[in-house]
């Protein structure tokens, strides 16, 4: 009689469920998905960045490890710095959502047929304050997923053997929607190696200094957050002739008088679209109102209020991650640096959740998605081609990934943004020398002080909330 070893089972059993979570992802993946599911800004899915997830949620492409073909290198260390999944609309936009469905369902005056009609007798708002921004079912998948997808590239850090040493370090944001987050990260890492008959011990520490860096600087609370003035491009743009055109069409079709449908409320119905789906994987009836020309104006609106708030609309919104970048760079050094016998082996990986407003700093201090002109009220028509769509840099689930490799000439450095490798600014290699990365971050590594920056100059790093 054929025998299978312990081991044996557990890589059988591994495998099955990485059949079986395939098979149920090619049924996802065939479900209706609107076609302005792209275009949801904060709020984008996953999947929708990378398209291939739609086919396997597993898929792993190896060819996104670039160190050079010319030298042999390994991978000795992993950075991730990972948005939380799929999230319930939090306290705000529920009651928006409530008050919009009273106001469709009591005055909406169009005759009720196809989509109306279930907006207006079938469609029953289920959202409830007590849901208030928490991780949903669907992000606790994605992460799982998300993990498994890094343990299969990166089989020698993210092994078995170091995560139950401790090797490895989880850090969240103390939000809910984070620890659940890193919480189903680590199950997803247990998945990946099959089932081994102990129970997981799951571990992470909170630290809101490198996460929820945003709170503390108060150049940035003063000086952007609470200065009504620092998001005054938003506010035109919300009041503009392209948001009045997009809510005219949409009260009418729904027939309510322009004034009761406020701009609030229009970016409610665009969020239901996307709740919907990206909870329920539903194709709301809410999305029909919707036209790929609409949807394309919201999200500006949306990218407005990032650029603005926590981008590289003022230079205080990135400054305020210096903590988290200092963070990254004092874990690389540590990892590249030559150590003698005698020394305890560095981390292979650090894993550190958070937000929107985490990710969209950092990468903003780091010179990147900076288009030459800044997106403003009044050059919408002009900025179809920017760079800067948060619906593509940071949908739910996204992560910013640091591979630092042992090579022959020294230790280099990759960036991947969403598993799709992203190059430094203004160096031409994917996986240059950390030491040139460094070089070219100088001026940060030398400075970039918290306590300078956030509370040496309140307001005073002008034009140059939560996710």
């Not at 498994?148 to 939000?175: D, I, T």
Request: charged fraction near 25%.
């Amino acid at each position: 009689m054929f025998r299978v070893s312990a081991p044996g089972q557990r890589r059988l059993l591994a495998g099955l469920s990485l059949v079986l979570a395939r098979l149920c992802c090619c049924s996802a993946a065939a479900a209706n998905v609107p076609n302005i599911a792209v275009y949801f800004g904060t709020k984008t899915r996953y999947e929708e960045v990378n398209r291939h997830l739609l086919r396997d949620v597993l898929a792993v492409n190896a060819s996104v490890l670039k160190p050079p073909p010319t030298e042999r290198c390994s991978p000795v260390h992993l950075t991730a710095v990972i948005r939380h999944g799929s999230r319930y609309p939090t306290v705000k936009n529920v009651r928006r959502i409530n008050r919009l469905s009273e106001l469709v369902r009591t005055e909406a005056s169009r005759a009720p047929g196809g989509w109306l009609l279930d907006l207006q007798s079938r469609w029953e708002t289920w959202y409830t304050e007590d849901m208030d921004g928490q991780l949903v079912t669907k992000g606790r998948e994605e992460l799982q997923q998300l993990a498994r997808r890094l343990a299969s590239l990166f089989p020698s850090l993210l092994s078995e053997e170091n995560v139950r040493k401790r090797r490895v370090s989880f850090v969240s944001s103390s939000k809910h929607r984070c620890v659940s987050s890193v919480e189903a990260f680590q199950e997803g890492l247990w998945q990946h190696w099959g089932p081994s008959g102990e129970t997981p011990a799951y571990s992470h520490r909170v630290e809101d200094e490198l996460m929820r860096f945003f709170e503390r600087c108060r150049g940035f609370v003063e000086g952007v957050e609470n200065n009504r003035t620092a998001l005054l491009e938003v506010e035109k743009f919300k009041h503009g002739e392209q948001m009045e055109a997009v809510r005219r069409r949409i009260a009418e079709m729904l027939g309510l008088p322009f004034h009761r449908l406020t701009p609030d409320l229009l970016e409610a119905a665009f969020f239901l679209c996307s709740y919907e789906l990206s909870i329920k994987s539903l194709h709301s009836p809410w999305c029909f109102l919707f036209s790929e020309t609409d949807a394309k104006v919201l999200e500006y609106k949306s990218d407005l209020k990032q650029y603005w708030k926590r981008s590289h609309g003022h230079a205080i919104s990135s400054l305020a991650s210096c903590p988290l970048f200092h963070h990254v760079f004092r874990t690389l050094d540590k990892a590249g640096r030559p150590r003698r016998s005698t020394e305890a082996a560095p981390e292979p990986a650090s894993i550190l959740v958070g937000h929107a407003e985490t990710l969209l700093p950092l990468l903003s201090l780091l010179g990147l998605y900076k288009d030459e002109t800044p997106p403003t009220a009044s050059n919408y028509q002009s900025q179809h081609g920017r760079t800067f769509r948060t619906s593509r840099i940071v949908p739910y689930a996204a992560n910013l990934l640091f591979v630092l490799y042992d090579c022959q000439r020294g230790p280099r450095l990759q960036m991947l943004l969403n598993e799709t490798p992203l190059r430094f600014p203004d160096l031409p290699e994917d996986a240059p020398l950390y030491r040139d990365v460094r070089a070219a971050y100088r001026h940060l590594l030398d400075g970039c002080d918290f306590h300078t920056e956030c509370e040496g100059r309140a307001g005073g790093r002008g034009p140059s909330t939560e996710l």
